[in-house]
Protein backbone atom coordinates (compact mmCIF):
# COMPACT_ATOMS: atom_id res chain seq x y z
CA UNK A 1 0.00 0.00 0.00
CA UNK A 2 1.19 3.92 -0.73
CA UNK A 3 1.36 6.15 2.27
CA UNK A 4 1.44 9.84 1.61
CA UNK A 5 2.86 11.64 4.64
CA UNK A 6 2.26 15.26 3.82
CA UNK A 7 2.93 18.35 5.93
CA UNK A 8 0.63 21.07 6.20
CA UNK A 9 1.70 24.02 4.54
CA UNK A 10 3.03 27.50 6.40
CA UNK A 11 1.64 28.92 9.18
CA UNK A 12 2.64 32.93 10.51
CA UNK A 13 3.97 31.22 12.95
CA UNK A 14 5.94 28.37 11.86
CA UNK A 15 7.80 31.41 9.53
CA UNK A 16 8.17 33.04 12.26
CA UNK A 17 9.94 30.04 14.37
CA UNK A 18 7.47 30.06 17.35
CA UNK A 19 6.75 26.16 19.03
CA UNK A 20 3.24 25.86 17.58
CA UNK A 21 1.58 22.28 18.63
CA UNK A 22 -1.84 22.52 19.76
CA UNK A 23 -3.07 26.20 18.77
CA UNK A 24 -5.01 26.04 16.03
CA UNK A 25 -3.67 28.50 13.76
CA UNK A 26 -5.23 28.92 9.92
CA UNK A 27 -2.60 28.65 7.18
CA UNK A 28 -0.93 31.66 5.70
CA UNK A 29 0.39 30.04 2.32
CA UNK A 30 -1.67 30.40 -1.12
CA UNK A 31 1.15 28.34 -3.17
CA UNK A 32 -0.06 24.87 -1.99
CA UNK A 33 -0.82 22.62 -5.07
CA UNK A 34 -3.23 20.10 -5.82
CA UNK A 35 -1.93 16.76 -5.35
CA UNK A 36 -1.88 14.70 -8.04
CA UNK A 37 -2.06 11.50 -7.81
CA UNK A 38 -5.62 9.87 -6.52
CA UNK A 39 -5.30 8.09 -3.09
CA UNK A 40 -8.10 5.49 -1.57
CA UNK A 41 -8.47 7.13 2.06
CA UNK A 42 -7.48 10.88 3.22
CA UNK A 43 -6.30 10.93 6.90
CA UNK A 44 -5.62 14.39 8.91
CA UNK A 45 -4.66 15.77 11.98
CA UNK A 46 -8.43 17.79 13.46
CA UNK A 47 -5.68 20.99 13.37
CA UNK A 48 -6.67 23.56 11.10
CA UNK A 49 -3.70 24.22 9.58
CA UNK A 50 -3.78 20.52 8.14
CA UNK A 51 -7.37 20.38 7.04
CA UNK A 52 -7.22 23.39 5.26
CA UNK A 53 -4.21 22.16 3.07
CA UNK A 54 -6.42 18.51 2.89
CA UNK A 55 -8.86 20.81 1.48
CA UNK A 56 -6.78 22.45 -1.17
CA UNK A 57 -4.58 19.12 -1.84
CA UNK A 58 -7.65 17.30 -2.30
CA UNK A 59 -10.40 19.27 -3.28
CA UNK A 60 -13.61 17.87 -2.99
CA UNK A 61 -11.88 14.59 -1.25
CA UNK A 62 -13.49 13.20 2.38
CA UNK A 63 -11.38 13.86 4.68
CA UNK A 64 -11.34 11.32 7.45
CA UNK A 65 -9.95 13.12 10.90
CA UNK A 66 -7.52 11.41 13.57
CA UNK A 67 -7.55 13.56 16.68
CA UNK A 68 -4.37 11.82 17.98
CA UNK A 69 -2.27 12.94 15.05
CA UNK A 70 -1.92 16.50 15.95
CA UNK A 71 1.10 18.20 16.89
CA UNK A 72 3.02 17.62 20.15
CA UNK A 73 1.36 20.19 22.93
CA UNK A 74 4.24 22.41 23.78
CA UNK A 75 2.39 23.67 26.54
CA UNK A 76 4.04 26.75 28.21
CA UNK A 77 6.44 27.06 25.34
CA UNK A 78 3.59 27.32 22.73
CA UNK A 79 3.66 30.01 20.66
CA UNK A 80 7.48 31.52 21.82
CA UNK A 81 10.68 31.06 19.76
CA UNK A 82 14.18 29.66 21.24
CA UNK A 83 14.92 33.27 21.23
CA UNK A 84 12.04 33.94 24.02
CA UNK A 85 13.10 30.78 25.89
CA UNK A 86 16.84 30.38 25.82
CA UNK A 87 16.95 31.60 29.22
CA UNK A 88 14.08 29.43 30.94
CA UNK A 89 15.10 26.81 32.73
CA UNK A 90 12.50 24.20 32.57
CA UNK A 91 13.30 24.76 28.36
CA UNK A 92 16.58 24.31 28.65
CA UNK A 93 15.65 20.88 30.76
CA UNK A 94 13.61 20.38 27.90
CA UNK A 95 15.33 20.74 25.26
CA UNK A 96 18.31 18.92 26.56
CA UNK A 97 16.72 15.90 27.99
CA UNK A 98 18.30 12.98 26.43
CA UNK A 99 15.36 10.24 28.05
CA UNK A 100 12.25 12.19 26.46
CA UNK A 101 10.59 12.03 29.53
CA UNK A 102 10.76 15.42 30.59
CA UNK A 103 7.37 17.17 30.10
CA UNK A 104 6.67 20.45 28.32
CA UNK A 105 5.21 22.52 31.64
CA UNK A 106 1.80 22.03 30.72
CA UNK A 107 1.94 20.14 27.88
CA UNK A 108 3.58 16.71 26.58
CA UNK A 109 6.93 14.76 26.97
CA UNK A 110 8.64 13.79 23.58
CA UNK A 111 7.90 10.11 24.81
CA UNK A 112 4.38 10.52 25.38
CA UNK A 113 3.79 12.36 22.60
CA UNK A 114 5.78 9.84 20.49
CA UNK A 115 3.14 7.21 21.91
CA UNK A 116 0.12 8.77 21.07
CA UNK A 117 1.13 9.02 17.81
CA UNK A 118 2.27 5.75 16.66
CA UNK A 119 -0.65 4.40 18.56
CA UNK A 120 -3.00 6.76 16.70
CA UNK A 121 -1.24 5.48 13.08
CA UNK A 122 -0.84 2.13 14.14
CA UNK A 123 -5.08 2.45 14.70
CA UNK A 124 -5.09 4.04 11.71
CA UNK A 125 -2.90 1.51 9.31
CA UNK A 126 -4.93 -1.19 10.68
CA UNK A 127 -8.26 0.25 9.66
CA UNK A 128 -7.07 0.67 6.45
CA UNK A 129 -7.33 -3.32 4.74
CA UNK A 130 -6.45 -3.93 1.67
CA UNK A 131 -6.76 -0.20 0.29
CA UNK A 132 -4.44 0.39 -2.75
CA UNK A 133 -3.12 3.88 -1.03
CA UNK A 134 -3.63 7.03 1.79
CA UNK A 135 -2.90 10.20 2.50
CA UNK A 136 -2.05 11.52 5.73
CA UNK A 137 -2.10 15.60 6.30
CA UNK A 138 0.09 15.57 9.33
CA UNK A 139 2.79 18.15 10.95
CA UNK A 140 6.29 17.85 10.65
CA UNK A 141 7.00 16.66 14.46
CA UNK A 142 3.96 13.63 13.46
CA UNK A 143 5.89 12.76 10.49
CA UNK A 144 9.60 12.78 11.78
CA UNK A 145 8.50 10.38 14.69
CA UNK A 146 6.24 8.28 12.42
CA UNK A 147 9.36 8.01 9.20
CA UNK A 148 12.16 7.39 12.58
CA UNK A 149 9.68 4.57 14.27
CA UNK A 150 8.87 2.95 10.51
CA UNK A 151 10.67 3.50 7.86
CA UNK A 152 13.29 1.11 6.86
CA UNK A 153 16.02 4.09 6.38
CA UNK A 154 16.96 5.12 9.91
CA UNK A 155 17.44 8.94 10.44
CA UNK A 156 16.92 10.44 13.45
CA UNK A 157 13.07 12.46 14.28
CA UNK A 158 14.73 15.53 13.38
CA UNK A 159 16.20 14.96 9.67
CA UNK A 160 12.40 13.78 8.54
CA UNK A 161 11.03 17.03 8.98
CA UNK A 162 9.67 17.75 5.46
CA UNK A 163 9.30 21.56 3.90
CA UNK A 164 5.40 22.91 4.49
CA UNK A 165 3.00 21.19 2.12
CA UNK A 166 6.28 18.68 1.17
CA UNK A 167 6.33 14.88 2.51
CA UNK A 168 7.33 11.25 1.76
CA UNK A 169 6.15 8.59 -0.74
CA UNK A 170 6.46 5.55 1.42
CA UNK A 171 5.48 1.41 0.62
CA UNK A 172 3.96 0.25 3.21
CA UNK A 173 5.38 -3.41 3.75
CA UNK A 174 5.03 -6.14 6.24
CA UNK A 175 5.39 -5.68 10.25
CA UNK A 176 4.66 -1.92 10.05
CA UNK A 177 7.72 -1.40 7.60
CA UNK A 178 7.70 2.07 5.95
CA UNK A 179 9.88 1.77 2.52
CA UNK A 180 10.72 5.34 1.44
CA UNK A 181 9.76 5.68 -2.33
CA UNK A 182 11.34 9.70 -2.58
CA UNK A 183 10.35 13.18 -1.27
CA UNK A 184 7.40 15.32 -2.45
Known amino acids: MKIYLIRHGATKEGKSRLY ?10 DSIKPFLRDVDVLISSPMRRCLETAKIMFPGKKIRISPDLGEMDFGRFELHSYEELRDDKDYISWITDKTGDVLCPGGESKNSFTKRVLDAFIREIDSLGQLGSAAF ?9 IMESFCEVKKPYYEWKPPYAGGFETVLLDNMVLSFQGCL
Open 20 to 29: CGSSDVPLCD
Open 137 to 145: LLHGGVIGV
